[in-house]
């Protein structure tokens, strides 16, 4: 299709040449030129030639009286762009007195000026050099501003000063012109610093922005939650700040784990189980399962009874059976306990789940097997190797195995487990 395109091209061309030929030797036009004494006489089709060949002998000219004065020139912008490339690689590769050599040669070009001392500085605080980093940025500071002020930040914030670093993007905050990069830069700053009603504020505007992904954002919106309903001073300034969330806020695991940790605290353990049940019918999370078997009062057999009724849906989840037996623990069912962390040791071995289960041998008085399973739990919690309890002592004939629970669709479609 490509060539019969061209065909035609060529096709119309010389038609066009044809008839424009044609056009101009009927008429070719009548030039004249006198000046002092002299003249000249041509046509207009000849007249425009000798303009246009005039034109580029004259650009040649000048190109080869520049091209000796601009040789440096080009051999500087060559070579400052090779340094950006190799400074740039070198930053990635964690060579980063070398970056930050390459990169300070490649900021001598105008263009590259900005981005080259940017990363530069970045090069020197990841080295350690946070003085140099800082010099470094009062002269990008020059060039591109708003990135030299969030990089100053993070250089703050890495350097244990995240109280300076809030101070100097509070500014643009307030005047919602922080860059993506700086509004992240102030929640992490504000959380590490304790001001959390200045974190939540960044929440906002950091995910309009879309700079995290979905993920990365949940985690950071989640420590900014729990911390600050961990910093509730009483049971009124929790509640306040609570009826205060978004109600997207309020779903949040990590700030429903927190809120209601914070207000068993202060004795309203209703209102604290209320909200994690609410949260588990939306969604199953097993930080709020863990929450849910923690938490203090009364009612421990109503609640577990709810909670081994979700063991139908949950069979597998080694988190729901801690928590059944933490429960357990509580209630003095040693054998019933046993079972439940046996298996949640089998599906998904954790320290929590090694000192329930010394609890229970130290509830049946066998001191011997209760400190086996509590170094157990030390040895786990630093990475090191677990001593696996006599076979003679397990549950009797205990299945540890993954149960296969049917799946399906939202049409009804049965489908493979994840």
Not at 233 to 258: E, G, I
Not at 287 to 299: N, S
Not at 360 to 385: I, K
Request: aromatic fraction near 6%; charged fraction near 25%; glycine fraction near 8%.
């Amino acid at each position: 299709m490509t060539l019969w395109r061209w065909i035609l091209l060529l096709v119309i061309v010389a038609a066009l040449t044809a008839f424009g030929w044609h056009w101009v030797a009927e008429d070719p036009g009548y030039v004249l030129v006198q000046l002092r004494g002299w003249q000249a006489e041509t046509t207009a089709v000849a007249a425009i030639v000798i303009l246009l060949l005039a034109w580029a002998v004259l650009s040649a000219l000048w190109f080869a009286v520049r091209w000796p004065f601009g040789a440096f020139t080009r051999r500087h912008r060559r070579l400052s762009r090779r340094k950006m490339s190799d400074g740039l690689l070198a930053l990635m590769e964690g060579r980063h007195g070398d970056a930050e050599r390459d990169l300070h040669r490649a900021s001598r070009l105008d263009v590259l000026r900005g981005p080259a001392l940017l990363a530069a500085a970045e090069a020197a605080s990841r080295r350690g050099e946070n003085s140099r980093a800082l010099t470094t940025l009062d002269d990008a500071a020059q060039v591109a501003p708003r990135g030299a002020r969030v990089l100053r930040a993070r250089v703050l914030r890495r350097e244990g000063r995240p109280a300076e670093a809030v101070n100097l993007l509070a500014a643009d905050a307030d005047a919602g012109s922080l860059t993506p990069g700086g509004w992240r830069e102030l929640a992490l700053a504000a959380l590490a610093s304790g001001d959390t009603r200045r974190a939540r504020q960044a929440l906002e505007p950091l995910q309009k922005s879309g700079s995290l992904s979905t993920k990365t954002f949940a985690v950071l919106e989640g420590q900014v939650l729990a911390a600050s309903l961990r910093g509730a001073s009483d049971a009124a300034a929790l509640n306040t700040l609570w009826s205060q969330l978004p109600k997207t806020q309020r779903r949040v695991p990590a700030a429903v784990d927190a809120y209601a940790r914070q207000a068993a605290s202060f004795g309203m353990v209703l209102p604290a189980m209320d909200e994690v049940e609410s949260a588990l019918r939306r969604e199953w999370s097993p930080l709020l399962i863990e929450t849910y078997g923690a938490l203090g009062g009364e009612d421990i057999e109503a609640r577990l009874r709810r909670a081994e009724s979700w063991l139908d849906a949950h069979p597998n989840d080694a988190a729901l059976l801690l928590t059944l037996g933490r429960m357990c623990v509580r209630q003095g069912l040693w054998g019933k306990a046993a079972q439940y962390l046996e298996r949640s040791l089998a599906l998904t071995p954790s320290s929590g789940a090694w000192e329930s289960l010394g609890d229970v041998y130290a509830g049946q008085d066998d001191a011997a097997l209760a400190q086996r399973c509590y170094r157990n739990a030390l040895a786990l919690a630093r990475g090191e190797a677990i001593a696996p309890l006599p076979q003679s002592v397990r549950a009797s004939r205990l299945d540890t195995r993954p149960i296969a629970v049917e799946e399906r669709s939202e049409h009804g479609v049965p489908r493979l487990p994840e």
